[in-house]
Structure formats: C-alpha cells, structure tokens
C-alpha cells in the first residue's frame, strides 16, 4: 500500500531573507526531482516507499483527484490550513482559495497538470480562520498506464514570512518615493515632483491644440519675517501659505514648494479670463490675516506667469518664461501677477551682458571714483567730499551709474562695487593726504548687499589701520531701503561698529521713503540729505519750501546735520542758507571730477568760501 508523500517546510526566522530565499529555491528544486522521480513510479517499491514517508514526514502534503476533490492531507496540511483532517477529506481544494489569484492563473495551472507536466510556482491561500498563508507548491500529476493524469499530489511548504518580507520593502520602497516627492514642511510636493509633473503635463498637451498656465511665486517680505521673528515663526508663514494655495488648487491645479518662500502651480484652467481670476484670488487668498507672534499680520505673494504653448513649448522653456515674469513682478512693487512677454527676455539678455560687461570692468580696473564737494552754507569750515562711481566703458566712454543701474540689482555685483568703491576711497583719501588736501570727509554710498557678512566692515577697519587714515575721515551715506530688506539686522549691526569708530553715518533720500522718522530715532544718523526733487522746485513751489524747513528744523531738534542736494542756483542757495541749511551740494558749485583735478577746485572754493 502507498505510504503518504509529505512536503518538506523548513522555516527558520532568524536566517537573513536571501539566505531563506536561496534555501527556499533550492528545496524546492529538489523537491520538484524527487517528484518526477515517483510521478509514474510503480506503488510498492520500497525504495520509493521510504522517500514518500521522508517526504510526508517533512512537507506540506494534499492528494486530490481530477475534479479537485481532496482524497489525502497530512498532519502539516492540517496544522498550516487550521482545518482537521475530517474538514478536508471529500472537501474540493477550493475550500482554501483566497480570491488573491485571479481565473487565468488557474486556468494556466490546470492546463499545465492536465497534460501530465509537473506545474510549479507560488499560491496564497486562506486559513480556517480566515488570514491568508503562501505557499510555495509543486504539482505532481500521477499517470495511470495509458498515460493519464488520474491523481495530482501538491507538495508545499510554507513561504508566508518571506512574502511579508517582501510586503513590507515594497511598502518601505513606496514610503521612501513618497518622501522623495514631498516637502517635509508644507507636506506639498517639492521640486522634484514639480517638474515631474510639469514635465508630463508638458507631453500631454503637445499638439493637442489646448493651453495651460505656470506661475511661480514668491512670499514678499518672507525673509524679514524669518529675522525679525525667527525661523520658527517664517516656516508657521510658510505652512500656512501652503495650506491656503493647496486647497485653491483642489481640482483645479497641481501645487509645489519649490523651496524657501518660493511655489509653483501648474493651472489646467487654458482660457486667460479663468486664469486671470484665479490669480486674483490667489493674491486675495494670501492677503488674509496671519498670526504671527502676538500679532495679526497681513502678507503678500508675487505671482510670474507663463501660457503654454505660447510663451515656452518644453517645461525648460515655460520655467524661465515664468520666472522671468516673476522678477518682473517684484520690480513692479510686489503684490501682484504678471504674465511673460517676449520683452522680458530681451531684458533678462541685456542685464545678462551687462552683468558680465561689469565683472570684466571690475577686474580689468575700469571703474574709477569721481568727487563732488560738498560745502558748509555759511562759513569757511572745510570741504567734504562725495566719492561717485564712474566706468570707463571700452566702447561707450565714461559712463555714470544711471547707465548701468540694472547692474545695482544682482546683489552679488551690489556687493562687488562696495567693496571696490570702499579700497578705492581709501587709496584717494592717501593720495589727498600726501598732497595737504585739506578735507573734513569723504562720503561712500552703501547697499544693503555690503553688510551681507563682517567681511565690508571687517575690510574697513583693516583699510584703516594699513593706511593711517582715521576712520572719522570717513562718511557712509545709507537710504532707507537698507533697513527694509533683507540683512536689516546685519545693516544696523554695521552701522552702529561704524559709528562707533568715529564713522558719520548720513541718511540719503530723507523725505522720499515712508518710515524715516523712525529711523531717526532707532539708527545711530548723524545727518540728513534732503532730496534733490525737494530741492529742484523750492524756488517756486511754497510745499517744498515748507518741507525742506521742516526737515530742517527736525533734524537739528535731534541735534543732526543737514545737506540739501542739488543745489543748481544762487536762489536756491540763499533760501537754503536763509533756513539755515548746514552744507551745500550740486552743480551750483562743482560738477564731480577726477581726483587729479580736486587740489585746484578746492583751492578755488576755499578762496571764495573765505571771501564771502
């Protein structure tokens, strides 16, 4: 009598999953050998007799005929599948599908079988219970002396931990790609998402006649934010503006944080009306109040705009379009939208050369300081100076700094100048020094991008100590701008180590900004300029007169100096001098010159400041 076949199952859960993996194929393969070996074999054969019990002995087992009932089940059937022998027996194979595989898998099965040939792969079942376990089966047809199939034994064993294995890296590999694409802060998707998405939005509408919008935006003011109230309270900023635009773009859109304060949407909305008023209430939806610390604050976004196809045909392309009305925006004032047009590139390309064309000057010594003197209104104190930049273009000629104003806006050129402007001084101020010059000070303009590190004021001091010249030698002209964007809290650190060593600090502009008188009262100002558009119609226009006096007689209330700027005629100088205006400057007394020309024009202005 045929003695049972038994499926070997060799679990071990301390075994790395490719050793298992590995141990796993090769009892399987030599399971699959020995089942060939007794698929058409004789039943009494001893040998084969002691093989089938080594197996029933080892393995998962089961015995049906060929309508699938179950005839045979061994110990290890019952225990995996937690049905009894009794359950099983007369019971079809059924009983334990788990719905996981599908009709063709096995039809496929079935037909392999059928035919007489050994079928092998993977099959997930149900327990008694209910949970599912996998097992790795061989299916091993008997054939009866015609040829036959008459009877089929599966042997099994047990792969349900190495298929959790597997659940569970595939999960981990998800969960990895999913943080990939995210940003952590805002839980939007981040940059590499984004231009995923862009990029197949891209090829899904190419050619289909249909348009889409791109915006990127930026949240104005984010960077005051994050120094005057901490990084804590610009990433709440942040969450917050996030939270507002994800659920604008709910159906609607596709979001991204493409870093820092800056975002991106992809619009489906084609037509320019529905784009225009989503924009708009963009900006609406940003303008609502935020809390930040105790306070309610209200911010806004910059918004650039790019169409496809029109305005760029590849996500490249539609990027820079975008980007390029983005910073048009800004330069604009903030708060607003603007869609690309083809002049903005032409822009971007000049300020792009004109960039280069300053850094090539930069390094090839072709800047200069021009000086304007600067006079006392009444008396004969001495002379100051104003040092104004100059470039010595290879192809245009001496040209002022309103012929490459666009320079000043790439704050790593901003920050280039400064520091050439302040060596520069430095080497006049010694040669005006060598030559007796008498001179109370020399004014250097600043920018905000001067005091982006110590370096500018470190550089000051070392200037100072290498050459002699006293630091109260000098004066630094700052405007209000400086204190409104970013680095205000390095701005006024500087300032305040200037002026400390003996450095007068003189506010430029005063009038033209709209929180001057607060600057007054927080920053180390020793002077004040009034704006030459003050200045220019005070002859006849009564409120400018009343405001230049005001100015005036505020300034000295604070113990402060005054310098009226643009000074052009005789009239303006005896009303500048009738409000009693401490210094003078303009074309009135000299256009500004090169250093060589300054021994005799100041010898000349002391001449008539003593005569008068």
């Not at 040939?117 to 949970?131: A, L, Y």
């Not at 790795?136 to 599966?154: F, M, Q, R």
């Not at 809390?291 to 209200?298: D, E, K, P, T, V």
Request: proline share 3%.
């Amino acid at each position: 009598m045929m003695s049972v076949m038994k499926f070997m199952m060799h679990t071990n859960n301390k075994v790395a999953h490719s050793e298992e993996s590995d141990a796993t194929d090769k009892m399987a393969q030599s399971l699959m050998d020995v089942a060939i070996k007794l698929q058409g074999a004789p039943w009494l054969s001893a040998e084969q007799d002691f093989i089938r019990y080594a197996l029933d002995a080892a393995a998962i087992v089961a015995i049906t005929d060929v309508r699938g009932t179950i005839t045979y089940v061994n110990s290890k059937f019952c225990e995996i599948s937690g049905y009894s022998e009794a359950e099983l027996i007369g019971e079809n194979h059924r009983k334990l599908k788990s719905s996981h595989h599908d009709t063709a898998f096995f039809r496929a099965m079935y037909r392999e079988i059928a035919h007489g040939r050994v079928w092998h792969g993977e099959i997930c079942n149900r327990r008694k219970d209910g949970s599912l376990y996998w097992v790795d089966t061989t299916i091993v047809p008997h054939l009866s002396e015609a040829g036959k199939a008459d009877s089929y034994t599966s042997i099994r064993f047990d792969i349900t931990a190495r298929k959790q294995l597997e659940a569970d890296l595939r999960a981990s590999r998800e969960h990895q790609k999913r943080i990939a694409s995210l940003d952590p802060l805002t839980n939007l998707p981040n940059r590499r998402s984004f231009q995923e998405n862009l990029e197949a939005t891209v090829d899904d509408f190419v050619g289909s006649g249909r348009a889409f919008h791109l915006a990127l935006l930026d949240v104005d003011t984010f960077k005051e934010v994050n120094d005057s109230f901490g990084h804590s309270m610009g990433d709440h900023l942040l969450q917050t503006v996030a939270s507002r635009l994800g659920e604008l773009c709910q159906g609607r859109g596709f979001i991204a944080r493409l870093g820092g304060d800056e975002f991106g949407i992809i619009l489906l909305e084609g037509t320019p009306s529905a784009a225009r008023a989503f924009f708009e209430e963009t900006l609406e939806v940003a303008r609502r109040p935020i809390q930040i610390g105790a306070a309610a604050r209200r911010f806004s976004l910059s918004l650039g705009v790019a169409v496809f196809p029109e305005n760029g045909n590849d996500a490249e392309n539609l990027f820079q379009a975008a980007d390029l009305a983005l910073y048009h925006a800004k330069s604009l004032g903030r708060d607003r939208f603007e869609l690309f047009h083809p002049k903005l590139k032409e822009v971007a390309e000049y300020r792009s050369q004109l960039l280069l064309e300053i850094e090539d000057g930069l390094r090839l010594d072709a800047f200069e300081l021009y000086y304007q003197p600067i006079v006392p209104a009444v008396g004969s104190g001495l002379i100051s100076l104003e040092a104004l930049m100059r470039w010595r273009h290879p192809q245009h000629g001496l040209l002022t700094p309103s012929n490459f104003q666009e320079g000043f806006s790439d704050p790593v050129v901003r920050a280039a100048i400064g520091m050439f402007v302040l060596e520069r001084s430095f080497k006049d101020i010694a040669d005006m020094t060598a030559e007796q010059l008498p001179l109370e000070r020399v004014a250097i303009n600043l920018t905000n991008s001067d005091f982006r590190s110590d370096a500018f004021v470190d550089q000051f001091f070392e200037l100072s100590a290498e050459t002699g010249i006293p630091l109260e030698k000098f004066c630094v002209e700052v405007t209000e701008s400086m204190f409104l964007g970013s680095h205000q809290k390095r701005v006024k650190q500087g300032l305040h180590r200037l002026h400390d060593a003996g450095v007068e600090i003189a506010f430029d502009d005063f009038g033209t900004g709209y929180a001057s008188l607060t600057h007054l009262r927080q920053l180390p100002i020793d002077k004040l300029k009034i704006d030459r558009s003050f200045v220019a119609n005070m002859v006849t226009c009564q409120e400018d007169q009343a405001i230049i006096r005001g100015v005036i007689d505020i300034a000295h209330s604070l113990g402060k100096t005054v310098t009226a700027e643009g000074v052009e005629t005789m009239e303006q100088v005896e009303l500048l001098t009738e409000m009693k205006c401490d210094h003078l400057q303009g074309w009135y007394f000299s256009t500004a010159c090169p250093p060589g020309h300054l021994p005799r024009l100041i010898g000349s202005m002391r001449a008539t400041l003593r005569a008068v």
